[in-house]
DNA sequence: TACGTTCTCTGAAACATTTCAAAGATAGCC
DNA sequence: GGCTATCTTTGAAATGTTTCAGAGAACGTA
């Protein structure tokens, strides 16, 4: 009768000598079901090694058992982190989480999100390459519970979660004045990226409010936020004359932090006498690197968490309202910044 | 008519004047409809915001347009190369990739294939807790196209792609050798990963053949493969009297290389002058460490992509024979075990 | 005009599940 | 035994797509 086909309620049914709706019931409302028949129907599932076709619940039911997660770098293992507190909300919520990679291109990103539109998935978490991209609002417009992550968009056209940025950017190089630093680098880019525009602005506020020489605030844009990118911009903080030089860098992200790490070690500089570093993100690398690197924490996972359980309101409760949450970074400091050696 | 519901294929036909039939031709055969009447469908597609409903097209078509990989540790970078492997080889076929972690959790593993199970995936790639894991069986029991990654698993019950390991430890050790070594230390853990206990084996096939004496090289077990162990090892590399104490370490992966290195730098010690150091996997990070890591090279992405290619093999071509891919691992030597100081 | 060919299009059946009104069984009570 | 209330079970309808046999139309040819 099964002739190699997967088994199907059907087939249960006939196996337990019961009806679909039983079977159904057994696995939807085990309660309203008798204790013997229950038994009977498992039993039969058992033997038939039956597995319940999700795309023909999904298909009746209206609804899926998935949320998604677009993120943005998968070279960035502070996006893994952020995937992992989202993927620990969706496990309470017996949801399977769908992670995506755009990889930093727009076009890709679209393609995703039209698979995941394709799929019906509950609600989409997206690390966007461009908050202000159309292919978001068609995910609003469509009613599709989203949330914006690591990111801000204008108004209240969505949920988002994000660290306050301007905040991190301010302590990062508050940090750095203490330590007597009188000449900062802050290295980013491109600017296109809202995140490095606002670090750069904490940095550039807090430096003003101290009565510093804006000169002495220097920018030195990347073209991206890599390691590779860290090391170019190590070269080029080593070519500006001695007079001009920094002694402290601000990095709009560890990655950058390291490959600057690297460079500036390989170039013989000693960190932090030489040349002081701070990073952002506090990824794992951060603290393991050769000379653990200070950073500005982002509750990674929590963002995560938060951000599922925004989602997870918009999908479910009527009266949901759009939240921008905004976490407070926090200032790890560490040997690439302090100097064990020496009294400050 | 529509009222608020999300169109569907019958909305298209009604508002394009056709049939049902000739709307799904549209979007699978589009080269048996006229001109004319196509660009009318796509037309009213476009108008309705039609998306296709991706579970009732697998419910009939019986076949889903996904493939999953199943990692072993989201912490490690690795797996995240070889999930880029995979998705690049996805992309080519049209397909999408599920990607699940199962955290080294054996539990977390089984809920994950079930769910996979459920969704009707065309295959799954795993790197499993325990490649003779019973829940593994069953997905071949079910005809469930099934490639192993980074691991091999006995008989022919499945294809699998993995590196040489006895050989990636031989080329590490003989290279620790070749720049005068005479007391290494294996790093690595616990032995119920068979890599580990391949690439201690390579380490200690060499070593013989070289001539040396087998109590020189040393072997400090770790709890797991992470950072912290790997620190936690270079403390009790460092407890050993001098007498004893290698000056070279060959660890069983990177993250492991990368706390030890940590650790030694911290302690005062010159790497590779006072202790050279061997990784395994070259990781991003491997290379962007303050003392760029020596490490044994797997080719990540490639070992991804070619696991996709056969779990797309199995799932098309009926004549598909299993088959167990081995790759060579190359060494990248860098300046953990070289010094460029120094003429060896 | 009649006929065969080729090109388009149609509409009903099938996929595996959930849902729900209603039927049936069981038990308690007078 | 008859009645009601409660607990179980049933079976048909519905979900949105694909498939496919066959109906129609258009066209060239004899």
Redesign the interface.
């Known amino acids: 009768m099964l002739n190699g086909r997967?088994p199907s309620v059907k087939d249960v049914a006939a196996a337990a000598g019961v009806s679909l709706g039983t079977v159904s019931n057994v696995m939807n409302r085990p309660e309203v079901v008798s204790t013997r028949t229950r038994e009977r129907v498992e039993r039969a599932m058992a033997d038939l090694?039956f597995?319940?076709?999700?795309?023909?619940r999904?298909?009746r039911a209206g609804t899926?058992r998935t949320l998604a997660y677009v993120m943005l770098d998968?070279?960035n293992?502070f996006f893994?982190d952020v995937?992992?507190g989202i993927?620990l909300a969706a496990e309470d919520a017996d949801l399977?989480l769908?992670?995506?990679?755009s990889n930093s291109r727009s076009s890709r990103e679209a393609v995703h999100l039209?698979?995941l539109?394709?799929?019906?998935v509950q609600g989409i978490l997206i690390t966007p390459v461009d908050p202000a991209a159309p292919h978001l609002d068609e995910l609003t417009r469509?009613g599709v519970p989203m949330v914006i992550v690591d990111r801000v968009r204008g108004a209240d056209s969505c949920c988002s979660v994000a660290v306050d940025d301007v905040l991190g950017g301010r302590i990062a190089v508050e940090h750095l004045a203490e330590q007597g630093h009188t000449r900062v680098a802050f290295i980013g880019g491109p600017d296109s990226i809202g995140q490095v525009r606002e670090r750069l602005q904490g940095a550039r506020e807090i430096w003003e409010s101290l009565g510093r020489d804006p000169e002495d605030l220097v920018y030195l844009p990347t073209e991206a936020m890599t390691?590779a990118e860290g090391r170019s911009a190590g070269e080029r903080l080593a070519g500006l004359p001695v007079r001009r030089r920094p002694t402290a860098a601000f990095c709009a992200n560890d990655l950058l932090a390291?490959?600057l790490?690297?460079q500036s070690?390989g170039a013989g500089l000693r960190v932090p006498d030489d040349l002081a570093i701070v990073g952002f993100d506090d990824i794992?690398?951060a603290a393991?690197?050769?000379?653990?690197l200070t950073s500005v924490r982002q509750p990674r996972q929590e963002l995560g968490r938060a951000a599922a359980q925004l989602v997870l309101d918009e999908a479910t409760n009527p009266d949901h309202r759009h939240q921008q949450l905004s976490f407070t970074p926090e200032l790890v400091a560490r040997a690439s910044t302090v100097n064990r050696n020496r009294k400050i």
Chains 1, 2 share one sequence.
């Open positions: 997967t090694g597995v319940r076709n999700e795309s023909a999904q298909l899926s998968g070279t293992p893994h995937a992992q993927e399977s769908f992670i995506c990679n039209d698979r539109l394709q799929q019906r469509r390691v390291l490959g790490l690297q070690i794992e690398f393991a690197a050769a000379v653990p």
